[in-house]
């Protein structure tokens, strides 16, 4: 069966029309911190923790100047917290030598800064700089392959095929469509397939309303491309 993609967009639109980066930001620099800690861990609880941590330490040049153990206490909470310390401030030493202080905007750069991956420069680049990106996440990757807009095994492959299935002008939206379908009713464990206004569309929805498709569905292979991103919540 012929996947409807312009339809599924168009529900997706009518049903998320606010959907947005969830990341609590006021700049680039801060959605760049803030992006490395939310991997592994919920949005909600990242915004707990930047809102004081860049009341105290608002610039790169703040966080350059830390060591990785004196910014452990204050993201502990966020999971990770060693490597996550060490990845942001090596990272903002790099701002700070090699660009000012700012952000870079081009996906190599930002890609070559410690513990920034292609998902998490595909957050900054789309919610910060404007610029056409699908970052997949666990959201993005489960709720696109049970839909049939891809068919992968890995974020990387599931990004190759939105971006061929997805007008670029749609792109950014979409993310965050599918990521709000993720959280809100196409959730891991207990899908809400009678209650979703794409399961005329969905190929997961047919196949478990027979009895085939598995509750949680396909789960990506671990990924070589990098930490970072939002993975959950």
């Known amino acids: ?12 639109e009518q049903t998320y029309p606010g959907a947005k980066c969830a990341l609590d930001h006021r700049n680039p620099f801060e959605l760049l ?3 490395i800690l939310s991997a592994q861990c919920t949005d909600e609880r990242v915004n707990l923790v930047t809102g004081p941590l860049f009341a105290k330490f608002p610039t790169a040049e703040d966080f350059a100047r ?32 090699e660009y000012g202080g700012q952000v870079p905007e081009s996906r190599e750069a930002l890609q070559a800064l410690p513990g920034v991956g292609r998902k998490t420069a595909s957050v900054v680049l789309s919610n910060a700089f404007g610029v056409p990106a699908i970052a997949v996440d666990t959201h993005v990757f489960r709720v696109a392959n049970r839909l049939g807009l891809a068919d992968a095994t890995t974020p ?11 007008p670029k002008a749609k792109w950014s939206a979409a993310h965050h469509w599918l990521i709000h379908h993720g959280r809100q009713i196409c959730s891991a464990r207990s899908p809400g397939c009678d209650r979703c206004p794409l399961a005329p569309y969905c190929r997961f929805a ?28």
């Not at 069966?1 to 997706?12: A, Q, T």
């Not at 990387?156 to 997805?166: G, N």
């Not at 196949?207 to 993975?231: C, V, Y």
């Open 206 to 233: 047919r196949e478990r309303s027979r009895g085939e498709g598995l509750t949680q569905g396909r789960r990506p292979q671990r990924s070589r491309a990098g930490a970072g991103g939002t993975t959950e919540g």
């Open 156 to 166: 990387e492959e599931t990004e190759r095929q939105l971006m061929k299935r997805i």
């Open 33 to 35: 911190v803030a992006t």
């Open 66 to 97: 830390l060591s990785p153990e004196e910014l452990e206490p204050y993201i502990q909470s966020c999971g990770l917290y060693k490597t996550k310390s060490k990845n942001i401030v090596s990272a903002c030493r790099v701002l700070v030598e």
């Open 1 to 12: 069966m012929r996947v409807p993609v312009k339809r599924i967009l168009e529900v997706l």
